[in-house]
Nanobody, 125 residues
Framework: QAQLAESGGGLVQPGGSLRLSCAGS????????IGWFRQAPGKEREVVAC????????YYADSVKGRFTISRDNAKNTVYLQMNSLKPEDAAVYYC??????????????????WGQGTQITVSS
């Protein structure tokens, strides 16, 4: 049974950093496009970053470009989201998801097949 589990969320001050982990079980993340999404209260879920299955190319939303980095550790079957220079507007529940059909970058949440349970990020002083 394919599952994803996020970890690493929490409370951080503005300007701080966090690293989120997305651990896969029951399937190999390396062979799938993996996305990080976030949803703040009252807002739609939005893509934050994505790493493709085919060539590990990456995509970042404009709002996080230059501050967030998505990466894989294939040996650990885990995808990370390093978040630096966090802002209050980054606060949300962050989800990782796997699109088992995409070969490249996939920005549309409805195309993803498996989702983690989410982890809360709070950015506050």
């Amino acid at each position: 049974q394919a599952q994803l589990a996020e970890s690493g969320g929490g409370l951080v001050q503005p300007g701080g950093s966090l690293r989120l982990s997305c651990a896969g079980s029951g399937f190999t993340l390396e062979y799938n496009t993996i996305g990080w999404f976030r949803q703040a209260p009252g807002k739609e879920r939005e893509v934050v970053a994505c790493i493709s299955s085919s060539d590990s190319s990456t995509y970042y939303a404009d709002s996080v470009k230059g501050r967030f980095t998505i990466s894989r550790d294939n040996a650990k079957n885990t995808v990370y989201l390093q978040m630096n220079s966090l802002k209050p507007e980054d606060a949300a529940v962050y989800y990782c998801a796997a699109d088992i059909e995409a070969m490249g970058i996939s920005k549309i949440s409805s195309g993803y097949n498996y989702w983690g349970q989410g982890t809360q990020i709070t950015v506050s002083s």
